[in-house]
């Protein structure tokens, strides 16, 4: 079995708001409302898959539909609800993978203790690319900035792409990632919530990792003024509310 859970292929919704040159679309895709990304280059048709989980198929002819050809994965943190798809869209594509080099030895760790099948690590282990803070890659001819904010996951890592950030579980639209389960830490995602996220700038669009709001996407500008958990100015507080949840 390729999926650690389940497998339930559904696309509830897709969206396409892509910005000048670039493809962008957003596909609400499996059980849990994750939002898997397609990022494409207009120019050359080459593109990142963000999160592949759940199911590839559709995943891949969304693609194709798109005219896209596959050759990145740009993977946000290593739950199995995000990357479950990852060895699957590894066969299909042979894509290079893009993970924070925190994360890869995470992934590893959470494999051993869920007893996960992460067997493809191995397999394919000359497509993994660790990446660091501040690294840019380009899909096709778009370049894409990664932002490490740990605290959901040790190697949580953003994307920004012509200002639009892809933030995984660590900041969702008036919420924030859980900071309990193994590898979580209140203190470094209040380091990545309100001092790094905080300090782009407000047209910033925001494109989270799952479907939790009323709209599927918002601003950096609206989280500021209206999420709660970017309203703490010191760690302390912010570190006491998230163990009191
Ligand atoms: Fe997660």
Known sequence: MRSYFLRIPMVESQFDMSPPG????????????????????????????????????????????????????????????HINGLGELLEATDAAVYMNVNEIDYMKEIAARFRLPIEFMNRRSGNFRPLSDGEQVLVGKVPIQFLHTPGHTPGSQCFLVERRLISGDTLFINACGRVDLPGGDPEKMWWSLNRKLASLDDDTILYPGHNYAEHPTSTLGEQKRSNPYLQFTSVNQFVHAMRGL
């Not at 493809?23 to 999160?51: H, W």
């Not at 989980?53 to 609800?81: C, M």
Request: charged share 20%.
């Open 22 to 81: 670039v493809v962008l679309k957003q596909m609400e895709i499996g059980p849990m409302m994750n939002f898997v990304y397609l990022i494409g280059c207009s120019e050359t048709r080459e593109a990142a898959v963000v999160d592949p989980a759940w199911d590839v198929s559709t995943i891949l002819r969304i693609a194709q539909e798109s005219d896209l050809k596959v050759n990145r994965v740009l993977v946000t943190h290593a739950h199995p609800d």
